[in-house]
């Protein structure tokens, strides 16, 4: 098992001190009889700008054979890897038939800030004849830019779904009539190549198919073969992939945590707890859902980690995604009141926040919104975390966040932060909460908080921290001057007839 850490190696970002590090095993292996073979490993990484890879020598390392897996000129996954990633490297044309093969995984970060590189179950072993493997397959509907949606609801849902499968031949010979069969029960799906998939390559398999589907999960099996890998055969055990789906009334989610083949299911997650010094509070995860025709959101629920803590604090965004990229929080078509944990939240894994404009729920056109998430744990006392369904690796941008003060960060997997569609039960009730209004925000200092009627009311103001700066008692509209306070994130309750409304606002 190998792990770099690129910060704990030391140095800064630009300091001029490139950080190079490698990892060699220390007995050559004797390849004599073997002039067919491939080099594996399982990895893990996420890239900024550092260049990683392994090289295998043949005379005790005066010289290498390199084989490169990332560099700094671009690297097309986007920062994330699959978890694991498998890398399969055809080292026969400098391994093949010797007898002493040294194997180098080296690392460099080219004096940019870097992240890290885990690897394991490294191994040689021989090349087959005939060989192709289904390393990855995929439905999505035509709409979604690549996305896979793990619950589409019938109001979204696309009439044409792409079904394929990347295919590799890691065999020495060519592989003729390469085909993918997918197989839902329901509907079936298959794809050929026209041409020959030669040898240490890898091609898409891949078809456009009109589906007419009712509500229900999909199970689906994608099997791959050709005239010399058939099914059946002795090299038969990785042409065969799962992938599921659900078809919905009224739930929308990126995440198909729930409905994942069985053991195929990897989480992840982000939260206050992923950047303790500077982003305990006001983290922002966010997942996008591209809506083709109006409908009506009554609420949204998140999945959370089991070591959120009750009290840890929640503000629910449903905003368009160019507005999200900018970090114009402020232009957002929904903002929720602030959202505190329960302990019966935390008992059940998951909060639900209610999405109401007046109306009992949020209509949204055609486009492109993200429901997002602002984080706050009072400095890590009340930390509170999202789960990420890491099991289907999702395209740039379909799952974000927004650190704090900074810029948008792609995510890579989904974000299990859901819609629920239909109007709510509570249609034609307004909600106390809308007889306030709390303007302008962002402000330069100035913020005033006006209301439909004039009764009595209890103001408090806290710090970002939950300390409580300010508190007043008014009956009427009131003004608030934040520049004795300075700048940065403060929350006011506003609290009357034993109800209180929460509102955040940013002090530039």
């Known amino acids: 098992f190998l792990f770099i850490n690129s910060d704990a190696c030391g140095g800064g970002d630009g300091d001029g001190t490139p950080i190079f590090v490698t990892a060699r095993i220390a007995t050559p292996i004797d390849l004599t009889n073997e002039p067919l073979v491939v080099l594996s490993f399982s990895h893990n990484y996420r890239w900024w700008q550092d260049t990683r890879g392994v090289r295998v020598s043949v005379d005790g390392g005066s010289s290498w054979y390199q084989y490169e897996v990332t560099n700094n000129s671009g690297y097309q996954n986007d920062q994330n890897s699959g978890n694991p990633e498998i890398t399969s490297i055809d080292i026969s044309s400098v391994a093949g038939g010797q007898s002493s093969v040294l194997v180098e995984f080296y690392y460099e970060d080219n004096d940019y800030w870097a992240w890290y590189w885990a690897v394991d179950d490294v191994q040689i072993s021989r090349k087959d004849q005939d060989n192709v493997q289904n390393v990855a397959s995929w439905i999505y509907g035509s709409s979604t830019y690549f996305a896979e949606y793990g619950r589409t609801p019938i109001s979204q849902m696309d009439q044409d779904w792409y079904i394929g499968s990347q295919v590799t031949n890691d065999g020495s010979s060519a592989q003729a009539n390469v085909t993918m069969n997918a197989d839902f029960g329901a509907f079936t799906a298959t794809a050929s190549l026209t041409d020959s998939l030669e040898a240490d390559s890898t091609r898409v398999v891949e078809t456009m198919e009109t589906l007419a589907l009712s509500a229900g999960v999909y199970q689906g099996s994608y099997t791959v073969f050709s005239d010399s890998d058939q099914v059946g055969g002795p090299n038969f055990g990785d042409n065969v992939l799962e992938r599921n789906f659900e078809i919905t009334n009224d739930v929308y989610s990126l995440d198909g945590i729930g409905n994942h083949p069985s053991g195929a299911l990897a989480l992840e997650s982000y939260g206050s707890y992923s950047w303790p010094s ?22 949204v629920t998140a999945e959370i980690t089991s070591n959120t803590v009750e009290f840890a604090e929640a503000i629910l965004y449903i905003i368009d995604s160019t507005e999200f990229m900018n970090g114009m929080f402020g232009n957002a078509i929904y903002t929720s009141n602030l959202h505190t944990v329960t302990a019966t939240d935390v008992a059940n894994g998951r909060i639900t926040i209610p999405v109401d404009d007046g109306s ?22 009340y930390d509170i975390g999202i789960l990420s369904d890491a099991t289907v690796g999702q395209p740039a941008w379909s799952s974000a966040i927004w650190y704090p003060a900074a810029q948008a960060y792609s995510n890579g997997v989904a974000f299990a932060i859901r819609l629920n569609l239909g109007a709510s039960s509570s249609v034609g009730i307004k909600e106390t909460s809308n007889n306030v209004s709390v303007y302008p925000n ?17 103001i408090t103001v806290r710090d970002i921290s939950g300390k409580v700066i300010k508190v007043e008692n008014i009956n009427s509209n009131t003004e608030i001057d934040f520049n004795q306070f300075g700048k940065g994130l403060y929350l006011i309750d506003i609290t009357s007839n034993g109800e209180t409304i929460r509102r955040k606002v940013t002090i530039q």
């Open 442 to 458: 962002p402000s330069n200092g100035i913020v005033n908080i006006t209301f439909e009627n004039n009764e009595s009311r209890v």
């Open 360 to 381: 009992g729920s949020l209509v949204v056109a055609p486009g492109n919104y993200y429901a997002a998430l602002e984080l706050y744990s009072g400095g890590n006392t």
């Open 278 to 299: 500077d982003a305990s509070d006001g983290l922002v995860c966010a997942t996008m859902y591209p809506f083709q025709n109006s409908d009506t959101i009554n609420s």
